[in-house]
């Protein structure tokens, strides 16, 4: 017999479907000389520190266990808010140990998730066994049942997944270092729990960077010089390259009078007739990108739309962060044409570079549907919106039909001063726009040709800088791929190699795996808000940041890329799994040894030897403490404090450092009152007591 374990039960069940006639036993079915059973995803967690050093002497979090930094980690079964196993997953790992040490299994199967997660959600249940027996591995990148067919005939040894494993492990033991160690750490020095983790906080950090640049953000006034005369019956808007600050108003007069007095005329006209390509296939962020902008759909919602087509076979797996099929998948692309074509759309198989590109593939190609197509009573209208936006994206890179277009260009030349180019479309055949939207609308040039002269009625016209934009679903997934891009247009690159190459480096900030959630966590814990489509930070995310920065602990981008960086390097077989566990080691460590060489706390009053300002009733220092700031002489008899808490909203050091040193802080968000409304107010000094200044 072959024993397959899948990570969850819904996974089984569409093994079962592509091995037939297997009997439903209790917690596995069995048949065809296949036993199948499941986990609940994570069986097993890491052990927690306490695991490790025993309890503290308060029974609660201290800075006595810290830093801790296991010789070997442990892992233990997966354990409730209570502490206590789960009766449901004690149950199931038993039944998968009795399974595992049957004399008639020969060969267990890892029939995790495709990708490094799911890699060792199964091995940790095997290893935890003590079964020692071959081990192999069932990939699927789609879970219809000719696929599970035909991955059950081509499994390979569990061994050829090492490094996937050596990679998931290193990521696992990485992010348990920073989330228990740092988390613990900020917690007890600030008295406001404060998730640190290696992804969530430079994803505050973006938001909280550019709300910040957006809060501070002085508009500029400034003069564009702008024509918008008619010739032969049309108006034409002409607006010149040169732009003036607020203080040169006659110059941008002189400067149109100058444009005015010279000959406008059409210099060049050309047109073209071409073929437009459709956007690529999707990946999941890019498919995230597109559901947030059309329909304000969340991160969260859409991955599970996706987890739930893809259980029931309908679209490949969808955790994918390539836009590209593989050459070997030509084949299965055809037979799904095939059932397409049966549906009504108008398709054909086509290939090239832009659908089919090994190179930039790491695990999973792109999304697509499947040979499965759903019924439209078998979809929830939610499930519909996603289906069909991978569905015609597919199509549109398959249509039968080219997308046609006329591109015109005009030149008008305004004496020796200035070149203005005007650019038309005329679409000529709508081909794959029928399905997916092109983005494009005819825009006709003028009824000018070359030699006709043009009226121009050059004007300053007043204008305003405007700030950066907040974050929206897109743009933050945009720069989660790589941070350290410049920020992009909504239009798709043609040009890709760099988004790529960060991708296989590492640069990126999660994974398509991991960023949904953790966002989700982010949002949860108050840090951000997500209206519509847009990012927001709030209260609790600006102190999350403000705090770690004064305690020093610079979890930015450039070194969450940077660890990234090390596992990929795992996976490549060029770091080992301890190398990699020991820059992070490091890293904590050297926030440890910032707070060895700090002054020693105050137990009494919980103050700290931060120093924030000068004490406006006694000129002593003021400090923060872990319930406020307040003056270090108050063993003289000072009783200056500042809550650290005002109407359930956390007030940041740099508000007391504004307060301290001006009398008066900047408008802060995030208070709640009695009645329980939101406001917003600045706090004031006012006979050393703070107060709010509405």
């Known amino acids: 017999m072959i024993l397959i374990i899948a990570e969850k039960p819904s996974l089984a069940r569409n093994i079962v479907a592509g091995i037939g006639n297997c009997a439903r036993k209790n917690g596995y079915f069995e048949g065809n000389g296949y036993i199948v059973t499941w986990a609940f995803g994570h069986l097993f967690s890491l052990c927690d520190i306490e695991d490790y050093t025993g309890p503290t002497s308060t029974g609660r979090w201290s800075m006595e266990n810290l830093p801790c930094f ?23 790992f038993e039944l998968i140990k009795t399974l595992c040490a049957r004399n008639d299994v020969e060969k267990i199967v890892n029939a995790g998730d495709a990708d490094r997660e799911g890699e060792i959600i199964i091995r940790l249940c095997v290893m935890h066994t003590g079964v020692e027996k071959p081990f192999y591995r069932l990939w699927l990148p789609d879970q219809t049942p000719e696929t599970v067919a035909e991955a059950l005939a081509t499994m390979k040894e569990e061994s050829e997944y090492q490094n996937l494993a050596d990679e998931g492990f290193a990521r696992t033991y990485m992010d348990w270092l920073y989330g228990v160690n740092l988390t613990r750490y900020a917690t007890l020095k600030s008295g406001v729990l404060l998730r640190v983790g290696r992804v969530i906080v430079p994803i505050v950090k973006a938001i909280y960077d550019r709300d910040k640049a957006i809060e501070q953000f002085t508009p500029e006034i400034y003069y564009a010089v702008v024509s918008n005369a008619e010739t032969k019956g049309e108006a034409i808007e002409l607006t010149s390259k040169e732009k003036f600050d607020k203080n040169s108003l006659q110059k941008a007069q002189d400067y149109a009078q100058k444009l005015n007095a010279a000959e406008a005329v059409v210099t060049d006209k050309k047109k073209k007739k071409t073929t437009l390509q459709p956007g690529k296939l999707y990946s999941l962020s890019k498919l995230q990108n597109v559901l947030g902008k059309k329909f304000k759909m969340p991160m969260e919602e859409s991955l599970k739309l996706t987890q739930e087509l893809y259980e029931a076979g309908y679209i490949t797996y969808p955790r994918t962060n390539s836009e590209y099929l593989a050459e070997q998948e030509k084949g299965k692309i055809k037979k799904i044409l095939e059932q397409v074509q049966k549906v009504g759309y108008q ?38 919106l996603v289906y069909q936006t991978i569905l015609r994206r597919f199509v549109a890179v398959f249509c039968a039909e080219d997308y046609l277009a006329e591109k015109a260009e005009m030149v008008i030349k305004v004496g020796d001063l200035e070149e203005f180019r005007l650019k038309g479309t005329m679409i000529l055949q709508a081909g794959w726009t029928k399905y997916d939207d092109g983005g494009q609308k005819n825009k006709l040039l003028p009824p000018l040709e070359v030699g006709d002269k043009v009226e121009t009625a050059f004007a300053p016209k007043e204008k305003e800088t405007s700030p950066p934009r907040h974050y929206t679903i897109e743009t933050l997934n945009n720069y989660l791929k790589n941070p350290f891009r410049e920020e ?8 890709d190699r760099e988004e790529y190459r960060a991708m296989f480096e590492g640069l990126e900030l999660g994974t ?3 960023r949904t959630g953790i966002i989700g966590n982010a949002i949860k814990s108050q840090y951000i808000a997500l209206k519509k489509d847009t990012y927001y930070l709030l209260p609790g995310g600006a102190y999350l940041i403000e705090e770690l920065e004064h305690m020093g602990i610079a979890m930015d981008k450039y070194k ?9 390097k795992v996976f490549r077989g060029e770091l080992k799994i301890e190398d990699s566990v020991g820059i992070a080691k490091e890293e904590i460590a050297a926030v440890f040894q910032k707070k060895e060489q700090a002054p020693e706390n105050d137990t009494e009053t919980g103050l700290y030897g931060d120093e924030v300002g000068t004490c406006p009733l006694c000129g002593g220092k003021v400090v923060k403490g872990r319930y406020g700031y307040g003056c270090l002489s108050y063993k003289e008899g000072c009783k200056f404090r500042i809550s650290g808490t005002i109407c359930k909203r956390v007030i940041p050091i740099g508000a007391a450092r504004e307060l301290l040193r001006q009398g008066r802080s900047r408008k802060l968000a995030g208070f709640i009152s009695k009645a329980g409304k939101p406001f917003e107010a600045r706090l004031k000094l006012e006979e050393g007591r703070a107060v709010f200044d509405f």
């Open 70 to 92: 296991p010789e070997q980690f442990r892992f233990q079964l997966r354990r409730g808010a209570d502490k206590q196993v789960d009766e449901g997953v004690q149950r199931q």
């Open 347 to 384: 398709v054909k198989f086509r290939d090239g570079k832009t659908i089919f590109d090994d190179s930039k593939i790491e695990s999973h190609s792109a999304l697509t549907p499947t040979y499965k197509i759903p019924k439209p009573e078998n979809l929830t209208e939610r499930q519909k």
């Open 488 to 495: 992009k247009s909504a239009a798709e690159d043609a040009d």
């Open 512 to 514: 398509e795996a991991t």
């Open 560 to 568: 969450t890329s940077a660890l990234g960086q090390a596992l990929k």
